[in-house]
C-alpha cells in the first residue's frame, strides 16, 4: 500500500470535491473515496484524528466506522466541536495522539 499521508489527503481532497453542495451525509459518506479511506483501518487513525482538528465534521462518521466506537455523549450530540473534542479525548485514551 503506498504512504497513507500522501494517499488520505487525495482521496479526502477527491472526496470533498465530489460531494460539494451534497447535503445528505449518509449520501457523503457512502462515495467511494470516503469508503476507501475507511477500508485503511486503524493504520489511519492517528491521521484521522489529526484531521478532525480541520474539519471536524467529515470524520466523524469514519472514525466511527473503522473503530466501532462512539465516545460521544447524548449531550453533544449535534454539536460538532463537542462531538470532535470526545473523539480526539478518545484517541489521547487509546494513545493515537500524543
Not at 449535534?78 to 500524543?98: C, D, F, T
Request: hydrophobic share 40%; glycine share 6%.
Amino acid at each position: 500500500m503506498s504512504d497513507i499521508n500522501i494517499t488520505v489527503p487525495d482521496l479526502a481532497s477527491q472526496w470533498e470535491s465530489e460531494v460539494e453542495g451534497m447535503s445528505s451525509t449518509v449520501q457523503m459518506s457512502q462515495h467511494p473515496a470516503y469508503q476507501e479511506i475507511i477500508s485503511m483501518g486503524n493504520q489511519i487513525l492517528a491521521l484521522l484524528l489529526r484531521e478532525l482538528k480541520n474539519n471536524p465534521l467529515y470524520w466523524l462518521s469514519a472514525l466511527s466506522q473503522i473503530t466501532g466506537e462512539n465516545p460521544i455523549k447524548p449531550e453533544q450530540r449535534g454539536k460538532i466541536k463537542q462531538m470532535a473534542s470526545a473523539w480526539l479525548e478518545w484517541g489521547k485514551n487509546q494513545v493515537y495522539i500524543i
